[in-house]
Each structure stands twice: as C-alpha cells, then as structure tokens.
C-alpha cells in the first residue's frame, strides 16, 4: 500500500462523553489524504461515541480536532458537510417514507441548486448502479443491504473527502458485508476518498484498512499499521 498522505483529520488528546459520563478519554489519531482507518473495539470502548464527536454531535470536553490544521472545535455538522466530511451512523439510518430519490437528495441539503443534486444523485448511481432501479421506491420498502447501500449512498452525495463509517455492515447477512467493504475500498482507491471506519467484523476491515486503532475503555490501547494485526497471534494479543 502506497505510503499515507500528510494528515487530513488530526484527533489529539480527546476528551468527551454524554451529560456527566465521561466515555473517550485522550484519544489521538489521525487520518491522511486517501487514507483508510479502522477503529475497533469491543461494545462500549466508545468507538461510535469518537465519530459522533469529530461529526460535531458531541462536545469537545477537551483535546482537540483538526481538518486541514483547522480546529473544529464548536463546528456544527452542516459545515463539515461543505467542508468535505460526511458521516454515515449505524443501523442502515434512512427515511422509510419517502423514496430512494427523496433520501438522496436529502443528502445534498448542503449543494448549490437542485440541478447540482440532480447531477451528484446521478453520479452516485455510476457508484451504486442498483440503486438506479430503486429510485421511486419507498426507502421502508428495501433489505437491509439496500437501505445500507441507500445510507452509504447518500453520505457521498456530496463528493466528502473524508467519510465516517459507524458499522456499515451492521444488520447485514454475511455474504453482504464483504461486498459493502469493498464498495468502500473502491471509493478509497478510485475517488481517493479517505475514509474512517468503525467496524466489528474485524477481520473483513482489516483487509481494507491501511491504518488501525484499537480502542479499549475509551482509551488507544494500540495504533499501527492494520498490517501488522493480521498475524493472528498479534490480533489475540491486542484485541481478541
């Protein structure tokens, strides 16, 4: 893989959590232009509660994050969506009652002019050709796998140059997941989109991933190359 690119994203010394609750504490990172980085852990390392605070939906308790060498402190989630950041959470999320079009062009709400929708909805089905098909159906209607392509789809409606990925293959029987990740992969290798990825299917992303962090009590308790997990007794010792 080909060396990463001076950093795009920068997590330093995170501190955040919910109310008085305390879940991520110094966690650092970071994500280089055409990067892809898997975060894993076990339920309750604070792995999604991480994403959700570099999207903006939590507050910086303190530490610090970075696009750019742009602070994002106090940034609210519109503007990292016209800055290039897009985040795609957990669970297939996509508007059941209105069609496949509808939730697309929901996830241009940041373009210029329905014709500048019109044209990125349009390139996103190059990407997703199945949804082509599906355009007048009801997002309620869809499998799983559809209304996760459909939540992956419309996170990239706005060309993001970084993607937060909260478990895409939550909910999905086995044979999808490898194909999700490697929908990721390709956009990674062709778009150059970088990308940063919680995942629990371990394995699958450390095969698509250049980097990987672990996250254990909110903590880093490892961060390298994702190479180096492949050995199986290193991935015992770290993770397993």
């Not at 309620?140 to 478990?167: F, H, I, N, Y």
């Not at 990674?188 to 996250?215: C, F, M, T, W, Y």
Request: hydrophobic share 45%; charged share 20%.
């Amino acid at each position: 893989m080909p060396e990463p690119s001076p950093a795009l994203l920068s997590v330093t010394d995170l501190v955040t959590g919910y109310g008085k609750k305390q879940v991520v504490t110094g966690v650092s990172l970071t994500v280089g232009a055409g990067e892809v980085v898997a975060i894993i852990g076990h339920n309750g390392a604070g792995k999604s509660t991480l994403l959700r605070a570099i999207f903006g939906m939590l507050p910086v308790w303190s530490g610090e994050i970075r696009l750019d060498a742009c602070v994002l402190r106090g940034v609210k989630p519109r503007a990292l969506l016209q800055a290039g950041v897009a985040y795609v959470p957990q669970g297939s999320h996509v508007f059941s009652e209105m069609t496949v079009r509808e939730n697309l062009e929901l996830g241009g709400v940041t373009l210029a002019t329905k014709r500048d929708i019109e044209a990125a909805i349009e390139r996103v089905i190059t990407v997703f050709p199945g949804l082509g098909g599906l355009l007048k159906r009801s997002a309620g209607t869809l499998s799983g796998g559809e209304k996760q392509v459909l939540a992956l789809a419309r996170g990239l409606v706005t060309s993001p140059r970084l993607l937060l990925l909260d478990e895409p293959s939550l909910g999905l029987a086995a044979g999808m997941v490898s194909q999700a990740l490697e929908h990721i992969q390709e956009l990674n290798r062709r778009d150059g989109v970088s990308v940063l990825i919680v995942e629990q299917k371990v394995r699958e992303v450390l095969r698509i991933a250049h980097e990987v962090v672990v996250l254990a009590n909110g903590r880093v308790s490892f961060a390298g190359a994702a190479r180096e997990l492949h050995d199986d007794a290193k991935l015992h010792e770290v993770y397993l």
